[in-house]
């Protein structure tokens, strides 16, 4: 029974900063892949960002480079993600996921199971 628990959104003016985080049970956390991703009204999912097993090597979209940090503590069981320098189009509900592997993917159809997501909203 794993189970994903977002937190951390909310609304923001354009500049400021979010921390998403991510608190996973059911599951050995050290042995997975973790991802965000995003999905706004009418549009699809979209990968954000991921982070190997150990943390050390992570991936991130072009459009949030830069900007965004994901970390994970695995003591824990708690994936992060950093936002700065929010834009409007940034505005979206955040999930987190898992991918039972170790070779870090991007696409949604690669990762076994999703939060609830966390809604953020970057006002102009």
């Known amino acids: 029974q794993v189970q994903l628990v977002e937190s951390g959104g909310g609304l923001v003016q354009a500049g400021g900063s979010l921390r998403l985080s991510c608190a996973a049970s059911?599951?050995?956390?050290?042995?997975?892949?973790m991802g965000w991703f995003r999905q706004a009204p009418g549009k699809e999912r979209e990968f954000v960002a991921c982070s190997s097993r150990s943390g050390g090597d992570t991936g991130y979209a072009n459009s949030v480079k830069g900007r965004f940090t994901i970390s994970r503590d695995n003591a824990q069981n708690t994936v992060y993600l950093q936002m700065n320098s929010l834009k409007p189009e940034d505005t979206a509900v955040y999930y987190c996921a898992v991918r039972r592997g170790t070779v870090v993917l991007t696409v949604a159809v690669a990762y076994d199971y999703w939060g609830q997501g966390t809604q953020v909203t970057v006002s102009s």
């Open positions: 059911g599951l050995t956390f050290s042995n997975n892949v």
